[in-house]
């Protein structure tokens, strides 16, 4: 059975600062997603990952995969107060469809 | 651009009654999903549907629950005889092929 975790649950940290978000999983992956929600909101794509060493990169947020590893990261350059949210890893077991399985969520805390 | 719509945004019932949550996914998508979140804690996956039929539940999903594509259009969720512990937020998602999927709003469920 997939279970996907991910550390820290709780990063408060300073604008201008840089950190990373860890994301182990049990069993081989197909892909892995990773999202934003804020509080009260909907889950917002960030990442999609397909294959080992996928790196991508939007704005300060930068995403990569090691599926021999079992692990994703989601990199954080130079926070900024917007960036503050939860942000959630999520797998999907090799072979299925599309039922994905969620990390407990990162809730990010940039202080000015 | 397309979207996946959810009603109503927020739904408070008695313990014992029944609700329906509506979905309608985005137009040209073929896989459906429902995933709830307990306020604070991680996203649970519940059902896929594909073809007309489930082709995955979890554990959570009992036989108090069922999903329904009625006309074409709409995605609904049932819970025959809610209890105090289904209060959660309530999240339809749909893909083009189960690869990436698009969230709703959600509906808070509330049961009294």
């Known amino acids: 059975e997939l279970k996907v975790e991910q550390n820290p649950l709780f990063l408060s940290m300073q604008e201008g600062k840089n950190y990373t978000i860890y994301c182990n999983y049990s069993?081989?992956?197909?892909?892995l997603y990773w999202y934003r929600q804020d509080p009260g909101k909907s889950l917002e794509s960030l990442f999609v990952?397909?294959?080992?060493?996928a790196v991508k990169q939007e704005g300060r947020l930068m995403a990569s995969l090691d599926t021999k590893a079992r692990l994703s990261t989601l990199h954080i350059t130079a926070a900024v107060h917007d960036l503050s949210a939860t942000y959630f890893c999520?797998?999907?077991?090799?072979?299925?469809?599309?039922?994905?399985?969620f990390g407990q969520g990162t809730t990010l805390q940039v202080k000015p | 651009e397309p979207e996946v719509t959810q009603t109503p945004s927020h739904q408070v019932t008695q313990m014992g009654q029944e609700v329906i949550l509506r979905c309608v996914p985005i137009?040209?998508?073929?896989?459906f999903y429902w995933y709830r979140q307990i306020l604070g804690q991680k996203v649970e996956f519940l059902v896929s549907?594909?073809?007309?039929?489930?082709?995955?539940k979890s554990e959570i999903f009992d036989d108090q629950f069922s999903v329904e594509r009625p006309d074409g259009s709409n995605f609904t969720l049932k819970i025959r005889s809610t209890k105090l512990e289904d209060s959660a937020m309530y999240f339809c998602?749909?893909?083009?092929?189960?690869?990436?999927?698009?969230f709703g709003p959600g509906t808070r469920l509330t049961v009294t």
């Open positions: 998602a749909s893909s083009v092929e189960g690869y990436e999927q698009y």
């Open positions: 069993t081989t992956s197909d892909r």
């Open positions: 990952l397909l294959s080992n060493g």
């Open positions: 999520a797998a999907v077991e090799a072979g299925n469809t599309g039922k994905l399985i």
């Open positions: 137009s040209n998508h073929l896989y």
């Open positions: 549907f594909y073809n007309n039929e489930i082709s995955e």
